[in-house]
């Protein structure tokens, strides 16, 4: 029941998609693990059309990732077939999808990192990028207002859900600095046109995320010193169960289709 | 948006004059959407081009959103449509990307008889984000018309849609949300 793994090569251009495709893809498996346990109906179809939103975006991505690549590996190839460190999201996306308030709080944070990142990829010298991110940046919009209303529901609500939305930003927050930190791959993409230093997006970052926290009156916890380092391939203890699920029929049954 | 879609009446600018694209045209614009079936492709605006090719026709199409599940249903329903006319070649294009705004007025009177209300335009400072926090204008009912209304969800049976009721006639309904 085993395929051969895939491995694309390491390309600094690949790489930054490949950062990006994989965050998408990665908290869309994630946020589809609720389906059927939402706490309510409604939402049980949010996060589905959320988790729907970030795939269709990680499969851009990932094809555009494999054509730069040259070997001719596709969607479900680089979605399926690699092994745990050849993934590059950063490791906030793989986190357990914890309760109701923490996956409101990581989909906010995600959402206000992606939302000025589509925005610079929009002028992106690949055109093919550029195209993809004026997609997405229309869908990541509805996603951050839907999550922030969230956050300030429970935020600013009952004793319960004030602890637990506090609880999942102390839970998160020390995940938060992978998604601005440069290095040779991030400068790579800048001064090729690809896209930006991901070190850029902070201050629109910081100004969603307070205004929100402002109205959930919620404090910002304190930022933490280290660095994960999922967007280099290494990642936490939860990556490798998760892709044992997400893997499992594409390896059973290589190049199954619906 | 820089360059708008064809125009969605169907007549094709490059007809040869045999009348074989009018025809294609006059075909497409009875597929209805999958998800949406009150509403065609040409009226929902993502037919972006047809083209006579050698041996057939080229349809051009924009996906509506990127992960929307039907997009290969539309494909193939529009193979289906057109396989008279020769080899059909379906290509997908996205950009510039698709906005409701290009939903013709047509297509927009006939979401509201289904009883979806009709995406407004978007916001004409594209690229400031939704309010975070938003106050929202309540929406008008597709069936009676009242404005008393209230949004149960953000996101519907669709991704392109949202929950509504109205708080008059009781009728919950969806929203087609500007995009």
């Known amino acids: ?258 | 948006m820089a360059a708008g879609p064809r125009a969605a009446s169907g007549d094709g600018a490059t007809d040869l004059g045999c009348g074989r694209l009018s025809a294609a045209w006059e075909v497409l614009s009875q597929v209805l959407d999958p998800e949406v079936p009150a509403v065609s492709l040409v009226e929902l605006g993502i037919v972006r081009d047809l083209v006579e090719t050698a041996d057939g026709v080229e349809v051009v199409l924009t996906p509506t959103y990127s992960g929307c599940p039907a997009t290969e249903a539309i494909e193939q329903q529009v193979r289906e449509a057109l396989a008279r006319f020769g080899t059909v070649t379906v290509t997908m294009r996205r950009a510039p990307a698709w906005t409701t705004d290009w939903i013709s007025d047509e297509g927009r009177e006939k979401l509201r008889r289904y009883g979806i209300a009709p995406p407004g335009p978007v916001d004409a400072a594209q690229g400031v984000p939704i309010r975070l926090v938003r106050r929202e204008k309540p929406l008008a009912c597709p069936r009676c018309g009242s404005t008393h209304t209230e949004k149960l969800s953000a996101f519907g049976s669709t991704a392109c849609k949202a929950l509504h009721r109205c708080l008059d006639c009781r009728e919950p309904f969806e929203h087609f949300k500007p995009l």
């Not at chain 1, 059309?49 to 054509?67: E, K, P, S, V, Y």
């Not at chain 1, 229309?138 to 506090?166: I, N, P």
């Not at chain 1, 933490?224 to 892709?243: I, K």
Request: charged letters at 25%; a negative charge; proline letters at 5%.
């Open chain 1, 1 to 258: 029941m085993t395929t051969p793994s895939i491995q694309p090569g390491t390309r600094a251009d690949v790489r930054y998609l490949l950062r990006l495709g994989d965050a998408c893809l990665v908290l869309s498996h994630r946020l589809s693990e609720w389906c059927g346990h939402a706490p309510i109906l409604e939402e049980d179809l949010a996060l589905g059309n959320i988790a729907l939103d970030l795939l269709g975006q990680a499969r851009a991505l990932l094809t555009r990732a494999g054509q730069l690549d040259g070997q001719a590996l596709d969607e479900d190839q680089l979605a399926f077939l690699r092994e745990e460190r050849h993934y590059l999201n950063p490791v906030l996306m793989e986190l357990p999808r914890g309760d109701f308030a923490f996956t409101q709080a990581r989909n906010l944070i995600v959402a206000s990192w992606l939302l000025p990142l589509w925005t610079r990829l929009q002028d992106s010298a690949d055109a093919e990028i550029a195209a993809i991110a004026a997609k997405a940046v229309k869908e990541v919009r509805y996603h951050q207002q839907h999550a922030a209303e969230w956050v300030v529901r429970l935020g600013d609500g009952s004793e319960e859900s004030t602890r637990r939305m506090k609880d999942a930003l102390a839970q998160l927050w020390p995940y938060v600095n992978e998604l601005f930190a440069s290095d040779d791959v991030d400068a790579a993409a800048e001064a090729s046109g690809l896209g930006p230093a991901w070190s850029s997006l902070k201050p629109a970052w910081d100004a969603a995320m307070d205004e929100v926290l402002a109205e959930a009156r919620l404090t910002r916890p304190k930022d933490t010193p280290h660095v994960y380092a999922g967007r280099l391939g290494v990642h936490s203890e939860h990556m490798g169960h998760m892709l044992a699920t997400m893997q499992s029929l594409q390896r059973a049954y290589p190049g199954g289709v619906w």
